[in-house]
């Protein structure tokens, strides 16, 4: 299985979130995290709407991780992030000649829920511990 791009932004953001304390800016995001600037802002946008980071305003103002989301589920964040994917698009133009009788699409629909499983009781703040930590913390900050 091969995550979207914006949902492997969107962890990481997280991530980096979770590392630091202090506010951080989208153009601090994008420079630390090496992705465009205008794909991590419709990222944080969405981050937000889950209520998973808090935006301030203003001049000094920018993003830090909501209180829920040091809790969160990374299983359950890739599923909410991917949306309703399946890994291979049985009814796409042209769809599937085999779909009738096709066994394939559920053996693959259930190895990407164990994926999902297998991620579920990991939490954001379990991919912050150390080591880990003192790199996401050296981002940016040379």
């Known amino acids: 299985m091969r995550l979207n791009r914006s949902t492997d932004i969107g962890l990481r953001v997280l991530m980096l979130g979770a590392a630091r304390d202090d506010l951080l800016t989208i153009d601090e995001l994008a420079a630390s995290l090496a992705v465009p600037r205008h794909h991590l802002a419709k990222v944080v946008q969405k981050l937000q709407h889950l209520g998973l980071l808090e935006t301030v305003r203003g001049r000094s103002g920018g993003v830090r991780l909501a209180a829920v989301a040091r809790d969160s589920s990374v299983g359950g964040l890739i599923r909410e992030l991917e949306g309703e994917t399946e890994v291979v698009d049985c009814s796409g133009d042209p769809g599937c000649p085999l779909s009738q009788g096709c066994r394939l699409r559920g053996a693959l629909k259930r190895a990407q829920e164990a994926f999902y499983a297998s991620l579920d009781p990991?939490?954001?703040?379990?991919?912050?511990?150390?080591?880990?930590?003192?790199?996401?913390?050296?981002?940016?900050?040379?």
């Open 122 to 142: 990991i939490t954001i703040g379990d991919l912050t511990a150390p080591p880990v930590r003192q790199v996401l913390l050296s981002l940016g900050r040379h």
